[in-house]
């Protein structure tokens, strides 16, 4: 029996027929998304078991990885972590042949698409890949685009990621104009903040694109990421049609992974980074 509000034997009038159905909320769901540079893996013989048993803490829908260097180490490591499926990208062909991947919970998420990207292009060592996933119990979308771009100090080291940062930005318009305008781009992007042309990198994200370099908020809170330089060079970059299923949330380090508090054999040099989005169902 459903009981209303009120006192005495006042009734609450029936509500007119002309009225229409009650409106009501509309489903959401609460997704974390992480990256994570795991150095060259398997750096150990039981990083895949090690790694699975840090995901868990890590507790994400969504892990872009970046260096993974044998796809039968990775395979075990998704086979320790139930729940979860796995996908690689094209490796370099430099050595070690590392390539970027993802790792994803069935339960919340669904891959429906995958692609990799600028295979032939040589401002990306590593090529990137694009993953587009459905979100469980609301009906939407959304893209994660995984890189690992160019390293080290020199000027033309630092020119590489500058015009890399050029072609990514012309696939994030790409995918905005086939109708897919909430996107992720994630991974190590080798620049930090305090580099001499910083400035000019993330301002070709953020200029005429209108996208968000979230990871600024590492920076800012005096978070690190790449752990021997105490740098930011894992970032998070939205596009404008994640404004909503961000609201008001940052990305944060997730620290204590990457190297054990016993002083054992660290995971990876990196932390990772994680981001929750919440998304809601179209009305």
Excluded at 52 to 58: H, M, R, Y
Excluded at 150 to 161: N, V
Excluded at 253 to 278: C, I, Q, Y
Aim: aromatic fraction near 6%; hydrophobic fraction near 40%.
């Amino acid at each position: 029996m459903a009981l209303w509000g009120g006192c005495g034997d006042s009734k609450d009038p029936a509500p007119s027929p002309d009225a229409g159905p009650i409106p009501t909320e509309p489903a959401k769901a609460t997704l974390h998304v992480a990256t994570w540079n795991l150095k060259q893996f398997p750096a150990t013989p039981d990083a895949p078991a090690r790694v699975a048993k840090a995901i868990q803490v890590l507790d994400a829908d969504v892990i872009a990885v970046q260096e993974v260097a044998d796809p039968t180490a990775f395979q075990t490591l998704v086979d320790a972590m139930p729940g979860y499926q796995g996908l690689l990208g094209t490796p370099q062909t430099g050595t070690p042949p590392i390539r970027v991947g993802l790792l994803w919970r069935t339960s919340t998420v669904t891959l429906e698409s995958s692609e990799n990207l600028f295979t032939a292009s040589p401002l990306f060592p590593r090529p990137a890949l694009r993953t587009d996933f459905g979100v469980a119990g609301v009906g939407t979308r959304f893209s994660v685009v995984t890189v690992h771009l160019k390293a080290g100090t020199t000027a033309a080291d630092e020119q590489q990621r500058i015009d890399s940062a050029h072609a990514l930005v012309g696939q994030l318009v790409e995918i905005e104009n086939a109708g897919e305008d909430d996107v992720l781009l994630l991974g190590d992007f080798n620049e930090a903040f305090g580099d001499r042309r910083a400035a000019e990198f993330f301002g070709t994200f953020e200029s005429d694109a209108g996208n968000t370099v979230l990871s600024r908020a590492l920076e800012q809170s005096g978070q690190v990421t790449f752990i021997p330089a105490k740098l930011v060079l894992d970032h998070m970059v939205a596009t404008p049609g994640l404004k909503e299923e961000l609201g008001t949330s940052t990305p944060s380090v997730v620290t204590g992974l990457a190297v054990p508090a016993d002083g054992g054999t660290a995971l990876s040099d990196h932390h990772p980074v994680r981001l929750e989005l919440t998304f809601s169902e179209p009305q």
